[in-house]
């Protein structure tokens, strides 16, 4: 072979690699899971769970990846800035696009076009637990006595911005009150339970051991429907048409990641959620399932992000 043929063949390989590359089918190697939570919290748990049967469904290993920190952004631009091809997902709460974005004031990504959501897979609501020596049994008697007493009754949250934080606020604002907020970097239920604060904000998980053991009373759920394990505690929405403050989980994959692929994961991911072991994972958390296709997951999102937007503005609450 003379050097001018050698020379135009390398150059035709060099040109078919894209090519070819593009058209490796998917998947053909490791899937990344990233959650910007530490490991062992609960969304951390139901991450490892679709990964384990992802990889049964793909046949191909799905690894789970923790890199928390910076209210969730830090794993969530890592998602971002990943190739657009299929092996690197997000799986995380909506706040790193609905409330990180105007709680932030620097950015490392742009929510709306840098990633794309892929599917709403969970969602569920919160329970607003009280000490027992706060004198108000149910929602409708909290909100008298707030009134009463304004600026007085105090409520714990996980922090600024936090989705306690925002149900508190939210439930402040429907119902024409003042509370003490009294931020907590961990858990604050212990205290809630001692009497330090009056109200807490807790999922189902944390809230009904001290729940059924008496000592904490439960006044309402912030879900859109009553708990079907406590069916029998009022929902805020019952005292506020409309009013509802519900956590959820989904799946993001970077922009421009192919649509044969994000509709293949919406596929698999739903399956995986909607099969019998995980219906009961989600059932004992306190969750619901969802199968949000990824344009209702993008319209979720930007109605969300409005609604936060302006609440977080009014407030003026930030993290920075």
Not at 16 to 33: C, F, K, L, N, V
Not at 99 to 105: E, H, S
Not at 239 to 261: Q, R, S, Y
Request: net charge positive; charged share 20%.
């Amino acid at each position: 072979m003379n050097i001018e043929r050698r020379s135009l063949l390398l150059a035709g390989l060099a040109c078919a690699g894209p090519a070819a590359w593009a058209q490796e089918p998917w998947p053909s190697r490791a899937i990344r899971i990233i959650t910007p939570t530490p490991v062992g919290v609960g969304s951390d748990a139901f991450a490892r769970f679709y990964a384990d049967r992802l990889n049964k469904a793909l046949n191909v290993p799905v690894v789970v990846e923790n890199r928390p920190g910076a209210a969730s952004t830090l794993g969530t631009d890592a998602v971002a800035k990943a190739p657009p091809d299929g092996y690197t997902v997000l799986f995380s709460t909506s706040n790193p696009f609905t409330l990180a974005p105007y709680l932030l004031k620097k950015m490392p990504y742009n929510a709306q076009a840098d990633l794309q959501p892929v599917t709403q897979a969970l969602r569920g609501g919160s329970f607003i637990v009280a000490n027992n020596g706060l004198p108000a049994r149910n929602l409708a008697e909290l909100v008298a006595l707030a009134k009463a007493q304004p600026g007085k009754i105090s409520f714990a949250s996980y922090g600024p911005g936090s989705t306690s934080h925002i149900g508190f606020e939210l439930l402040q604002d429907a119902a024409g009150i003042e509370l003490l907020h009294v931020p907590y970097k961990q858990g604050a239920i212990t205290d809630v339970i001692g009497g330090q604060v009056m109200l807490g904000f807790e999922p189902l998980v944390s809230a009904l051991p001290h729940i059924r053991s008496g000592k904490l009373k439960v006044l309402a759920y912030t879900g859109d429907k009553r708990s079907a394990v406590l069916p029998d505690v009022p929902t805020l929405a019952e005292l506020k048409p409309g009013l509802e403050v519900l956590t959820w989980l989904g799946f993001w994959v970077p922009a421009k990641t192919p649509d044969a692929v994000v509709q293949r994961l919406y596929k698999e991911l739903t399956a995986i959620t909607y099969s019998p072991d995980m219906l009961k994972f989600i059932a004992d958390a306190g969750l619901e399932p969802a199968r949000a296709t990824p344009a209702e997951t993008a319209a979720i999102v930007r109605r969300d992000a409005e609604a936060m937007s302006r609440l977080v503005k009014a407030k003026n609450i930030t993290l920075d």
